[in-house]
Structures are given as C-alpha cells and as structure tokens.
C-alpha cells in the first residue's frame, strides 16, 4: 500500500513557476515509476510526464515539454514536477500517482497506476 500526499498547487500569473511535490508512505519507493497527470474542469485527466524507478526514463507530454521537469528524492520518498511557463491551459487539478511497473512504455497510461493522490489545484491566470 503506498499512500500520496501532493502539495505546491496554487494560483500563478502566466509566465509563472510553480513546483508540485507528491510524498510517498512506505519504504519500497524505489519500486515504483512515478507519474503526474492532470484534469481540466470539463475535459478528461491526461497524462502529464512520469518517472521511470531509476530515473532514467522521463517522458512527458507534448504540451508540457520544455516547460514541466520531474524529478525523484528516492532518500525523500518525494517526486516534484517544476512547472515553468505557466499557461492559462495548465490549469487543472493534478495527480500524483504510483505504478509497481519497470516497464517505461506503458508510463503515460492511467492503467498502470494502482495508486493515486487526491490531487492540487493550479490555476493560472491571463
């Protein structure tokens, strides 16, 4: 059982940063790809980026690329998304989620996460 706490959402200008953190319970941490993913008021949730166990691994989606970096604290059990250039669109409530997987390409699906946060408001505004 891996419990995911987030933290760090609020309201930005546009252009902004802010930076998410998501604390993970237990000691198996490092079993687990991380991933953060988003949900728009009205629209479905959808991947944002993730964190292969390693590290070694991060894809992110085309929206977010060159803006968002994730990142682990395996000594921490804590993963962070730093969000830079903050657009109006980016507002949405964010995910924290865990996948007991190694498998990197299946990363960016809502299936492979059994565990998930309770979410963080980002609200950029124009």
């Known amino acids: 059982q891996v419990q995911l706490v987030e933290s760090g959402g609020g309201l930005v200008q546009a252009g902004g940063s802010l930076r998410l953190s998501c604390a993970a319970s237990?000691?198996?941490?490092?079993?687990?790809?991380m991933g953060w993913f988003r949900q728009a008021p009205g629209k479905e949730r959808e991947f944002v980026t993730a964190i292969s166990r390693s590290g070694s691994s991060t894809p992110y989606a085309d929206s977010v690329k060159g803006r968002f970096t994730i990142s682990r604290d395996n000594a921490k059990n804590t993963v962070y998304l730093q969000m830079n250039s903050l657009l109006p669109e980016d507002t949405a409530v964010y995910y924290c989620?865990?996948?007991?997987?190694?498998?990197?390409?299946?990363?960016?699906?809502?299936?492979?996460?059994?565990?998930w946060g309770q979410g963080t408001q980002v609200t950029v505004s124009s």
């Open positions: 237990g000691r198996t941490f490092t079993s687990y790809a």
């Open positions: 989620a865990a996948a007991y997987t190694g498998v990197n390409s299946i990363l960016h699906r809502e299936s492979a996460y059994a565990y």
